[in-house]
Every structure is written in structure tokens, then in C-alpha cells.
């Protein structure tokens, strides 16, 4: 089983982040075409799958956790906001953000493709840090339920264990 790298983000005001570590999976065999990572989130329930790249302003889902797969190209991403961290990302990498974390592509290749998907198809919204909805959004952030399963492994993953602490 491959086990992801965690990485956490401070409270960045405009962008809350989460309490819940970010995971990122290197490598992902089924992450390397948009058909078969859209079927390998749907196994492990992650559903409402689309295929596009990822925005280049820093935003955040209040009401939803969301996963990543890189089926082409790569990109730098920054995560946690804009005084976060970079990411390299490419081709066979997932990353899986817990409601609240921010994130933005900063650069990438013209080749750059993304499948998104949710837990259970939750919806979810665009948000880019007003300060006049710092309150509402940290309490729908509170109120999104954590997933039943790992977007990559399935619910045998480490996910529900890495965020259940």
C-alpha cells in the first residue's frame, strides 16, 4: 500500500485551512488516465468527478473535502494559502485536501490534466478568503463529515486512521 505524505497548514486568516493534514500520494497506478482515475475515485467513493486543470487563485471548498489526480503534465501548486508551500506535482500524483485548505496553481505545463472528486459527491463551493465570511465558512467547515474512505486505497486506506486522530 503506498502511504502518503502529510502535511499540515496553519489557520492563514482569509484561507482557514484545516486541522487535518493534506495527503499526497506519489506514483498512483490508476492516476495516470482521466477515465481510469474518475473510475478509481468512484470505487472508493469519491463521486461528482470532473476533468480540468486547477485554478490560478488562491481558493479553498468550505463544504467539501476534495481529491486531486494528476492524469497529465504537472504544475506547481501552492498549498495553505498564499503563505504556504509549494508543490511540485506531476502525472501519477493525488492529493487529498480537507475542507478549508487552500490551494492554487502558481505554473503549469500545457498538458496539465486534473480529476477532481468528492466524498460521497458532497457539493461544494468556491471560496476565495473574503474576510466577511470568515465566520460562516469556518462553520461549514466544521460541519463536513469525514470520509468513509480513501480516495486512492479505498476504506482499508490510511486516510480514515490519519484523520480520525
Known amino acids: 500500500m503506498t502511504q502518503p505524505e502529510t502535511h499540515s497548514f496553519d489557520d492563514g486568516g482569509g484561507i482557514p485551512n484545516s486541522r487535518l493534514p493534506v495527503l499526497v500520494y506519489h506514483e498512483v497506478e490508476d492516476a495516470r488516465s482521466a477515465d481510469e ?52 506535482v506531476a502525472r ?32 461544494w463551493d468556491l471560496r476565495r478568503g473574503d474576510p466577511a465570511e470568515r465566520d460562516e465558512v469556518l462553520a461549514n467547515i466544521s460541519a463536513v463529515p469525514l470520509p468513509g474512505s480513501d480516495p486512492v486505497h479505498g476504506s482499508a486506506g490510511p486516510l480514515t486512521e490519519l484523520w480520525a486522530r
Do not use: K
Not at 57 to 85: K, Q
Open 37 to 88: 482515475c474518475r473510475d478509481h475515485f468512484a470505487r472508493s467513493g469519491w463521486l461528482g468527478a470532473w476533468v480540468d486543470g486547477i485554478f490560478p487563485f488562491h481558493h479553498f471548498h468550505s463544504t467539501a473535502h476534495e481529491v486531486l489526480g494528476i492524469v497529465a503534465g504537472s504544475a506547481s501548486v501552492i498549498l495553505g494559502g498564499p503563505s504556504g508551500r509549494s508543490f511540485e
Open 92 to 123: 501519477g500524483d493525488v492529493l487529498v485536501l480537507p475542507a478549508g485548505t487552500g490551494h492554487c496553481n502558481v505554473g503549469s505545463s500545457g498538458d496539465l490534466v486534473v480529476v477532481g472528486a468528492y466524498p460521497d459527491g458532497m457539493q
